[in-house]
Each structure stands twice: as structure tokens, then as C-alpha cells.
């Protein structure tokens, strides 16, 4: 049966942490947009782009986050897991892109992702 959703595990450079809610995953890294020319015939253009990850994490004790700028600074290698799809994606060199916004009600911690433009991949183990 083909598992969709459910538990979601982050390590970032060796380190784990607890995600929020859903992992947005693009691992594309072009961007085809179409249009019509004047005369009704069809164009394409391609655009590059970075392959990334948008994360919401926890701001709780377990979290270990600690947003600064020497962090944001820092490149990382990071890896998520779909527990339950059995996926893993992996970010090498990756670098935090966004701005950190902390909801101080539910303590979550958006408005961030990762990019990269190394190798990416992502596996399924059965």
C-alpha cells in the first residue's frame, strides 16, 4: 500500500530537531512557465532554481534551535525522513534561506527554509 503523510524526523549537521507541521519539499531545480505570444502560439521559458525544503519547527526546550545570525550564516547538511512513507530526502550543503518568525501563542517557528544547489536526492527503504 502506498503510505502518504505522517511522522516527519529532521537532523541538521548531526543534530535533530522536531518539526512542527508538514515539510514542503521542492526538489525540482527548474522552473518551466508557459505563455502565448501575441498570435495565440504557445512559449516556454526555463528558469533555474535552487532545490529546497520549507520547515516549521518547534520552539520548545526539545527544539535545541537557536536563531542568530551566525547560525543563519552557517552552510548545513540535513536529512528528512517521512517515518511512515519510508523516505528519506537528503540537503547537502545546504543554506537556511527566509526569515525566522516565532509565533509566541503556539510557539511555532516559521518562515524558513533550506536550499541547495548539490546534489539532492531523496530514497524509499521497504
Avoid at 541538521?12 to 525540482?28: D, E, H, K, L, Y
Avoid at 533555474?48 to 536563531?67: M, N, P, Q, W, Y
Avoid at 536529512?79 to 530526502?89: L, M, N
Avoid at 550543503?93 to 518568525?101: H, N, Y
Wanted: glycine share 10%; proline share 2%; aromatic share 8%.
Amino acid at each position: 500500500m502506498d503510505r502518504k503523510g505522517g511522522r516527519v524526523s529532521i537532523q541538521i549537521s548531526g543534530r535533530n530537531f522536531t518539526a512542527r507541521s508538514s515539510v514542503s519539499i521542492s526538489p525540482a531545480t527548474i522552473e518551466r512557465t508557459n505563455g502565448a505570444n501575441r498570435d495565440g502560439t504557445g512559449y516556454s521559458t526555463i528558469a533555474t532554481k535552487l532545490a529546497s525544503a520549507e520547515i516549521s519547527f518547534d520552539r520548545g526546550e526539545r527544539s535545541g534551535i537557536v536563531f542568530n545570525d551566525a547560525m543563519l550564516l552557517e552552510d548545513i547538511n540535513v536529512t528528512i525522513y517521512e517515518e511512515d512513507a519510508r523516505i528519506t530526502h537528503f540537503f547537502t550543503g545546504a543554506a537556511w534561506g527566509g526569515t525566522p518568525s516565532i509565533d509566541t501563542e503556539s510557539g511555532e517557528i516559521s518562515g524558513l527554509k533550506i536550499e541547495t544547489d548539490r546534489n539532492n536526492y531523496s530514497f524509499r527503504t521497504e
